[in-house]
């Protein structure tokens, strides 16, 4: 206990000065204008350089905020430098410029009329590998402090002047030691509670986390919304259920209309922060950027995406955030993924259980490398290690908390964004369904003042609650829009048991539920198209479905999973042109809504029918008189199918043709193209444009509403997604 000890003597002194009036305050120099007297870059002004600060640069999947810099670039702070106080920042310059002769960084405080140069860095990205990140800076200002300073950045170039954003300040600060409240969301991917100690594994998996639990209080019931990482991260980060907060498939972007909890503390002016190893989150279009200061996206060695990022990375990195952003009060979220397929934990971690791997069985991704029935226990072994190594360095995370006599004030909040499979119901990995090893995750709270310290809660809890229970803790008050509660509350006996819905359409596997306490509801639609129902008391590993047996509990739950259903984010748009006798169905197990139908004659009709499971189109085209009919599918991913008639004949491949590239299909019913499971033939077509090719027949191609995006997926996302068997083969 001595570290601790030895940090209390400080932390009790910085107390004490505050409540004298006279502890010195951290300046977060991206805050309020009023300090920055002067501001240009490459020849623009104050205005131009205050409204770049808040988006910041995007440099190596690093988005900071911060001032342009392109030279030559002047920023004057008028300020007191506090006692003590150290200037953090980081310095960049843009790829755009990487192959350009360097840029000078300096750092000067003006006193008493006197000018004295503090530090400066050349920033040289063509020489110096190094240079082409963000460089972070910490300068000692103990010596210059006091009142009525002046700050100076400056930059120099050795060229005429250019882009303003040519080079960057990145969330420059003042920071003092002084204690400042502090919220950690630390989340590890793919962890399923039952491979933890606390848990009840009987492997010493998570030696760490078992003794944290001590200081937390450990939920056993904990549910996340869904089975892959995207939506259930986004639920949890914004306290919306997948049907609100849209980020449901691969393409999806979080839509600036959700509120993240970090926007929602960096509008207080709280310091925001995170350090995370899955690029589905960290990927330049998926927008969970908005409202932190640093979000890190870290990539392994040689530059390698993703998985190839070990926690100790990822714990370097938020550990260095914490120590940049010093005596503020700061909001920090930390996601490691070393649980996630390929299951290849580093030395010793890779020899810690049986059976061990060998060299014709890797046993490192199901895809591949399941070859007999021992491969299976080899790779739970692996992913075993593999916990056990995160679990390692999150231990060293809390360690180095402590240290720095943060822990003990600190709110921590301990889960996984979901399970994964090892054949518990014939499937491996995830996002495949929604068994409990799915979405039942670990999750322990540590609250400030280790309040309510080794409680047990088995009320059901989930995702939903994260948001609101770190505003509590923070003493914040709880908006209306969220759609969980505090987890305070349910520490203290004073909520309801909840259902918790969850949902997955990913790659093709689309199906929703709702789970009780007691029991639970699925509804399959691809690719099997069923409804499961389990009673978890009885049965709690989800082996037999009795939904004959309860069909007045299966309606009343199926009304409420149905509830949280919402549409694809796109319409399907059906053509017929040139001269024919068309008819069509469309079908689908989902819900096929909103369908509007233009150029239709008096003898031709659009019905649909089934409670909206079908569409049956009777179209008699003329040339230059297109009929086009456009229609919605729910939920996101639900399958549907086309078939029909041309002329009293069955429709032929050649009549029908898809996207810009008119690609045909290879028979009928026709499933119709998806943005999320598509094939190698689907590259290179763009799905979102009418065919070019203008000929008669049925064409089909999707829309976005206005105001509706999609993400872009270049060669290189592919790869990153591929690597982590997001996309490819299955
Ligand atoms: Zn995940």
Redesign the pocket.
Known sequence: MRPTLAVAAPAALAVLLFSCGRAPEPVDLLGPGERLVEASAAGTGREAVLEAAPRGLRLNDVVRRGFPAGPPGRLRFALDIPSGARLQLACAIDPRFHERPGVEFVVKVVRDGREEVVWTRLLDPIARAEHRVWVPVDIDLAKQAGRGRELVLETRGYEQPGDPRRAWWGTPALTVARRAPLAVVYLV??LRADHTGVYGYPRKTTPELDAFARDAVVFDAAIVHAS??KP??ASILTSRLPGQHRAVQLRDPLDPSNVTIAQRLDERGWATGAAIA?S?IYGAESEFDRGFDVFTGLHGDDDQRSKLVGADVVVDSALAFLRSRQGMPTFLYVHT?DP?VPYAPPPPFDRMFEPFPTEEHPARDPRTDYKEPLDRERMIAQYDGDIAFGDREFGRFLRELKAAGLYEDALVVFLS??GEEFLDHGSWL?GRSLFDELIHVPLLVKLPGNRGAGTRVSEQVQGLDIVPTVLEAMGLPLPGDLGGQPLQRTLAGGSKPRPALAEVSHRGFVAHGVRTEGDKYVRRFSPDDDELYFDLLRDPGEKASIAERHPERVRLLQAQAEAGMSPNPFRYVVQVAGRGRFALKLETRGWIEGVEATGLGPDERSSLGGNGRWLELRLRSRPGAPREIGFAVRPVGAPVTLAGTRDGRPLRPADVGVGDGSFHPEAFPFRLPDIESETERDRGINLFAASRTGAPGVQVWLALPPGRKIQEMDEESRERLKALGYVGPG
């Open positions: 991917d793919t892959w990482t259930s991260v899955n589905v993924m996630h964004d979901h995830h």
